[in-house]
């Protein structure tokens, strides 16, 4: 809903009018502000303290150490060597929480000669307190003559409210000299002020500051910030012309999210709301994600089709207040997937909970805690509530689990979890920008593509830090210092790619592509004007701030010098057996008890049985033996004990929780801990356990390629020809190409499947057709996978077959072509039994003609982002859509459809379709654009349909739809057109705007 500016400022104002500043007790506020600056020229009576430049009264220590070799300004400066580190050392009293400070220094290193140029330059502001330190040596201007000025700003956190020192530190081997030390100390950080149309503005009331500042406060006492739903505060956000309602909490795992006024936030919109396309959000200080470089690699990769959240700048106020530039990004909805055309499925994670405990209680007792927090990491999805109120987005998800839990105890190949093409994508990527941040077990996302059944990492915090030195040579195969070595089980996904011939080959090809030089200036090129737009948005705030990407193509050059090594090395067997011997450290658990880990090292699933009885799956991390005692039902204790408690011994090989029969489903479970003389309750996850094996490692696994009863196979050709009856799957491998002869009959019975990751060729003619069919309307799909070539269809006939459905190995069609393109001619689509679509084609190129759809179940022809064309082919009788394209952009041409259940045409999610020549008649809706789609219609008739025209929006995170009519004719349809609010309908240049409202509740 759009609203005029002067309304979005009359209801800003009097949001701000109602809130107020609500801080916790302990917090004294600063009324003024005051300015330090000491330049080495004045110098007390004894020699010791050097004297404020402005206030004479002010000390600092060191004094000793003041030199007249090197000044930046005036006679004097400061002289620190490795023997005397510190200097111009200041003690302010009674820093108050949430006061900000900036300090700077100019800083020259003078090389000792003994040493060399060997080692990096040193020399840092710092500042320090009981619990709280920070430093930096950020260059942000330099002079001809050596001199080097660095900055440091901060936020004093809350849980301090007593002395603060500030200092410079030589932190290395050189001698450095520092001059003209300059603090600023300010209630209140000093923002920029933008124009209010490009500000992304946020409101709450006084409860919510008071509720933020109490979590902050809890976040500062125990050093990290934990954070779960309860969290959630009400709040408005006003932004591009646009307001809504939204939830907000803080967000971020470390203390620099929450620091000052400057404070992160996760943001959820209303149900029926969206921003930018997302549903779900945060708002953070851009050095959380260093700036631009996070940016860079984000643009790199959605250029190159690779997962990443979406990721820009933006102004922004908090109650009517600038906070200066935040960085925006995406967090992990199904608007991700979609937005980068990829099908629904879950995204799945391991568990950081014991991480961030073990890092709070090590905080809060100054001791380490040996506990194997990946080991023991439960695999979550984002979006939970679903995974138990959605059947099959659950069976997606216990198919994601198992294949985590395969990458978590290395039960297969890395190709066998993972896209391989992706995987080593996502590597070469994150290493060119040194994104090794993102790399760590527990910042990945991963997606589970349920139609391959493998994972896909999603890029999201990868953190670039300058001037760090990082060996790269190992992910390029390189592995001779790593073989005899045993590594952290948690660095399995950075070397146990290294077995792999599939991955490595791919990360080669990968690595020559990405680190052409014509191929980065081609990538910067494209973002060249928003990355000069963004950083002078940023420098409004950071003056000295300005991006550099020479790393980039310094990393560039150095793989491709590797590339030569790298090619040798995997066309060798030998690299391979060298590889087999690289090790991980064994499991081991511990038996110390420890009470914040123990609910967390013993995971209870609930499943059932084959006969329907209530199972607990239960696998035991901790380092003894434990037993189950009951359970807990409804917050009643189940009050019959087992006779003989259910005993648990630590997980081992091959890594799988243990089922127990018990008499109900309960919530939680009494467990003894007998070697601690304990007794806990642990929670139980409402699904199943992971498997061993998921839906298409089993269904691939059952095959013996090659089949020699169904197909002939000579070299790399594969030919299908007479009559055949495949009652089991067939699976055909990548690297072949598939010949079906004329005048062959295929009959799949039994709920086989045929899948194809080779091209197909049906060599069929008019008078000797090829016939696919199911006798026994079982077959599970006929399925093209990511061939390599484009498939060729000439008369066929697919007929009563169903969908491929696995539990979560699942695509919605009788016939589906996956990142396969394909030329179809004479096909013909009849009666498919049990799913969705007749035809579905995702992410592929096709061209569609002379083709034939009867009586589909439900949507005949189903595309999800794709682009082709589609001419002379009828559509008859479908039970759902006729033509169904999202994400697409398509050619329509001599089509008929008749008698659709529901639409005869659809376009969404932002397709492009233009249709010439059309028919349709008989259908609910005649042709409908809808969710930011724009449908084109030319010489068309639309007769007979209840609606003839409709336009609006189904999905909030897009905009309205848009049809566009040219010499159509139109009669006998019950309504003419049905138009949501801001959709539009043009007709032969004359526009109608929508005025109906909500029709998604009218059509779904």
């Not at 994670?349 to 506990?371: A, C, H, N, P």
């Amino acid at each position: 809903m759009k609203y005029q500016i002067s309304r979005v400022l009359f209801i800003a104002i009097i949001i701000s009018l109602v809130t107020g500043s609500c801080r916790p007790d302990n917090v004294r506020i600063l009324q003024e502000e005051f300015e330090y600056f000491c330049n080495a020229e004045l110098i007390s009576d004894d020699g010791t303290k050097f004297i404020d430049a402005h206030a004479h009264s002010i000390k600092y220590n060191n004094g000793q150490n003041r030199s007249d070799l090197h000044s930046f300004e005036g006679d004097y400066s400061l002289r620190l060597t490795p023997e005397t580190p510190y200097g111009f050392t200041i003690s302010i009293p009674k820093a108050n929480a949430d006061e900000y400070f900036y300090a700077s220094a100019w800083r020259k290193i003078i090389k000792s000669a003994s040493i060399g140029d060997t080692l990096n330059t040193k020399g840092v502001l710092v500042a320090s307190a009981d619990d709280f330190y920070t430093a930096s040596n950020h260059v942000v201007e330099t002079s001809p003559d050596g001199w080097e000025k660095i900055e440091l700003e901060f936020f004093i956190p809350l849980n301090i409210n007593d002395k603060i020192k500030l200092y410079v530190w030589n932190n290395g081997q050189d001698t450095v000299y520092f001059d003209n030390f300059f603090i600023q100390r300010k209630p209140k950080k000093d923002y920029p002020e933008f124009s209010i149309d490009s500000t992304f503005k946020i409101f709450y009331d006084q409860n919510a500051e008071q509720q933020i500042n109490a979590k902050r406060y809890e976040a500062f006492q125990q050093g990290v910030l934990i954070v779960d739903d309860t969290d959630y505060q009400n709040a408005i956000v006003f932004s591009d012309d646009d307001y809504f309602e939204c939830d907000i909490r803080l967000k971020g795992d470390w203390l620099d999210h929450i620091q000052g006024d400057k404070i992160s936030f996760r943001v959820k919109t209303a149900t029926t709301q969206a921003w930018r396309g997302m549903k779900s959000f945060s708002v953070q200080t851009p050095l959380a994600r260093n700036f631009q470089h996070e940016w860079v690699l984000h643009k790199f990769l959605l250029n190159n089709d690779l997962l990443t959240t979406r990721f820009g700048f933006t102004p922004l106020s908090i109650n009517g207040r600038s906070r200066g530039v935040y960085a925006w990004e995406e967090h992990f909805d199904k608007q991700l997937l979609e937005s980068r055309m990829r099908r629904e499925g879950p995204i799945v994670r391991f568990d950081e909970t014991m991480t961030w405990k073990r890092i709070q209680l090590g905080e809060s007792t100054g001791k380490g805690y040996e506990v194997p927090v990946f080991e023991c990491a439960p695999i979550t999805a984002f979006k939970q509530s679903r995974i138990i109120g959605d059947p099959l987005f659950r069976d997606e998800f216990i198919e994601a689990q198992s294949l985590m839990h395969q990458m978590q105890f290395i039960k297969t190949d890395v190709s066998d979890i993972f896209d391989s093409d992706k995987l080593s994508a996502f590597f070469v990527n994150n290493l060119l920008h040194e994104g090794f941040h993102g790399m760590a077990w527990h910042n990945i996302r991963y997606y589970y593509n349920p139609v391959l059944c493998r994972l896909e990492p999603i890029t999201y915090d990868a953190s670039y830090v300058p001037n760090i030195e990082y060996d790269f040579a190992p992910y390029f195969g390189q592995i001779e210092n790593i073989t005899e070595d045993l590594h952290k089980r948690s660095s399995v996904l950075l070397y146990w790619p290294l077995k792999d011939s599939i991955y490595m080959n791919s990360f080669y090809e990968h690595a020559k592509k990405f680190t052409n030089d014509t191929f980065l200036k081609q990538q910067f090129a494209s973002i060249k004007k928003q990355l000069h737009d963004d950083e002078a948005m940023i420098k409004r705030e950071y003056p000295y701030y300005k991006y550099n990407g020479e790393y980039i193509y310094r990393n560039a050059k150095l793989f491709r010098e590797m590339l030569p090594d790298m090619a040798d090395k995997i066309s060798n067997t030998e690299y391979y057996k060298r590889a087999a011997k690289i090790n991980f450290k064994p499991v081991q658990f511990s038996k110390n008890f420890y009470d914040q880990f123990i609910r967390h090292q013993i995971h209870v699933h609930r499943s059932t049985g084959v006969d329907g009885q209530p199972l607990l799956q239960v696998a035991n991390f901790f380092g003894d033996t434990i037993k189950i005692l009951s359970g807990k039902l409804n917050n009643q204790v189940f009050d019959k004990k087992y006779n003989e408690p259910l005993v648990v011994p630590p997980i081992s090989e091959p890594w799988l929780a243990t089922n127990f029969e018990v008499e109900n489903h309960f919530d939680e479970v009494i467990v003894e801990i007998p070697s601690a003389d304990k007794i806990i309750f642990v929670p139980i996850t409402p699904w199943d356990a992971p498997k061993s094996l998921t839906s298409r490692q089993i269904v691939e696994r059952s095959v013996e390629f090659p089949q020699s009863n169904y197909y002939t196979i000579n070299g790399k050709t594969i030919t299908f020809e007479g009559e055949i009856d495949i009652d089991k799957h067939v699976i055909i491998p990548t690297g072949y190409r598939v010949i079906f002869k004329a005048g062959t009959n295929i009959d799949i019975r039994n709920k086989a499947t045929f899948v194809s990751y080779s091209p197909v060729f049906f060599r069929g003619t008019e008078n000797n057709k090829i016939r696919v069919i199911s006798s026994d309307h079982t077959a599970r799909a006929f399925n093209v996978f990511q061939a390599s070539e484009t498939s060729k269809l000439r008369h066929v006939v697919f007929e009563g077959l169903s969908n491929l459905n696995f539990n979560g190995w699942f695509t919605p069609a009788a016939v589906c072509f996956y990142e396969s393109d394909v030329e179809m001619r004479h096909v013909e689509f009849a009666r498919n039994v049990g799913c969705d679509d007749a035809l579905n084609m995702v992410r592929s190129h096709f061209d569609v003609d002379s083709c034939l759809f009867t009586l589909a179940n439900a949507d005949a022809f189903d595309s999800d982002f794709c682009t082709g064309r589609v001419a002379n082919t009828f559509f008859d009788h479908p039970g759902n859509d006729g033509i169904d394209f999202s994400g697409s952009v398509i050619d329509i041409i001599n089509c008929e459809v008749s008698n659709a259940e529901d639409k005869g045409i659809s376009g969404g999610e932002g397709s492009t379709l233009t249709v010439r020549n059309a028919k349709i008649h008989g259908c609910n809706i005649g042709i409908a654009s809808k969710d930011q789609s724009s449908v084109i219609v030319h010489n068309s008739k639309v007769n007979n349909n209840v609606y003839g025209l409709s336009a609006y929006v189904k999905k909030p995170e897009y905009g309205p739809g848009e049809l566009i009519i040219y010499n159509v004719e139109f009669t006998d349809n019950m309504f003419f057109h049905l138009i949501e609010q801001e959709s539009t309908l043009t007709i032969d240049n004359k526009i109608i705007k929508g005025d109906a409202r909500n029709l998604v509740k009218r059509f779904y």
